[in-house]
C-alpha cells in the first residue's frame, strides 16, 4: 500500500485548483524539454496534489504544441501516482448535451504531428492500450462529477483529432459512424505516455458544444460556448475536490502500475545509456528490474 498522489491535467478553462494548501508552483526539467507551465503542488483535503494546466496559465500552447513527453515526466517526477484529465471536447451524438461530463473509456488516435512514445531507437518497448484507462480512477471520477452537480456518462469513445483547426462537415460525420462520442485535440498522446510512465489515467471530458455535425450548430455563438466552458471548470473544480476526498486512505496496487514489465523488447545489452538515462524517471521501475 502506498499513498495517492493525484495529478491533475487541467484544459481549457481550467488553470488553477482552488482549496490547495501549501501551495506552490515549481518549475521542473525535463530530458524532454519543458512542460507547459510550472506545476502547482499542495495538499488537497488531506491528499497530495499537482496540477499541470495543459495549455499553460492564459491558454498559450496550441494543442499540436504540447510537450506531451515533458507534461507527463514532469507529473511522475514530483511524484504523481495516477493522473485526471479534464479536457473540454465537442459532443458527436444527440444525446450528449453541452454541460454534460463524459468519462470516456476508450480513444481514436487521428494526430499525425506528435511525439507518442518515450521509447525508440536504442530502447524499444511496446505497452498495452487495449483499455487506455484506470477503471478504478475513472470510477472514482464519475462519483465525484456527480457530487459536483454535473450531469455524468460513464464511458464513450473520444476520438482526438490534430487540430487546431475544427472537422469538416463530412469529418465529423464519419466520426459519428465510427461510433464516437465526443471529439477533442488533446487527449492523445497523453493517455499512451501515461501508460508508458506506468501512470493509471482518467479522462473526464466536459461538453461545451455539439460538433459541425449538427443542425443548430451554425445558431450557437461563441458566447454561449465561452460561458459552457466556464460552467463546466467550476463544476470540474468542484470535482477535482471531491475526488480527493475519496483518495484519503492507503492506495492499493493497480496493474497499470507494472505496465512496463515485458513490455521493454531490446535485450539489456543493446540499450542505449544515454535513452536509458532520460527514462530513469518514467521507467525506472522496469529499468532496474
Not at 34 to 50: H, M, Y
Not at 209 to 221: A, T
Not at 226 to 242: E, Q, R, V
Request: hydrophobic share 45%; net charge negative; proline share 5%.
Amino acid at each position: 500500500m502506498s499513498e495517492w498522489v493525484l495529478g491533475v491535467i487541467g484544459g481549457s478553462g481550467l488553470y488553477e485548483v482552488d482549496g490547495l494548501q501549501d501551495k506552490q508552483w515549481v518549475s521542473v526539467e525535463t530530458p524532454w524539454g519543458a512542460p507547459s507551465d510550472q506545476l502547482l503542488t499542495g495538499s488537497l483535503g488531506g491528499v497530495k496534489l499537482v496540477f499541470l494546466p495543459r495549455h499553460g496559465r492564459g491558454h498559450r500552447v496550441a494543442p499540436s504544441d504540447l510537450n506531451f513527453r515533458a507534461n507527463i515526466h514532469a507529473l511522475k517526477s514530483l511524484g504523481c501516482t495516477d493522473i485526471l484529465s479534464v479536457s473540454a471536447v465537442g459532443s458527436l451524438r444527440e444525446d450528449l448535451h453541452p454541460g454534460m461530463f463524459v468519462v470516456v473509456d476508450q480513444f481514436i488516435d487521428r494526430t499525425f504531428a506528435r511525439q507518442k512514445s518515450f521509447f525508440g531507437e536504442g530502447l524499444v518497448a511496446h505497452v498495452s492500450m487495449a483499455d487506455p484507462v484506470c477503471p478504478r480512477l475513472s470510477s472514482l471520477a464519475a462519483e465525484a462529477a456527480r457530487a459536483a452537480g454535473a450531469k455524468v456518462v460513464e464511458g464513450g469513445t473520444y476520438l482526438v483529432m490534430e487540430g487546431p483547426q475544427f472537422s469538416t462537415r463530412a469529418e465529423s460525420e464519419l466520426y459519428r459512424t465510427w461510433g464516437c462520442h465526443v471529439i477533442g485535440m488533446t487527449n492523445m498522446p497523453e493517455a499512451k505516455l501515461a501508460r508508458e510512465a506506468e501512470l493509471p489515467y482518467a479522462s473526464v471530458a466536459m461538453v461545451t458544444d455539439y460538433d459541425c455535425w449538427h443542425e443548430d450548430h451554425e445558431h450557437v455563438d461563441v458566447a454561449q460556448i465561452i460561458a459552457c466552458l466556464m460552467d463546466n471548470a467550476a463544476k470540474a473544480k468542484n470535482l477535482i475536490g471531491a475526488l480527493a476526498k475519496t483518495l484519503t486512505g492507503p492506495r492499493a496496487p493497480s496493474p497499470i502500475d507494472t505496465a512496463l514489465t515485458n513490455a521493454l523488447i531490446t535485450a539489456p545489452h543493446a540499450r542505449d545509456p544515454d535513452i536509458m538515462a532520460k527514462l530513469a524517471v518514467v521507467a525506472g521501475r522496469a529499468l532496474r528490474g
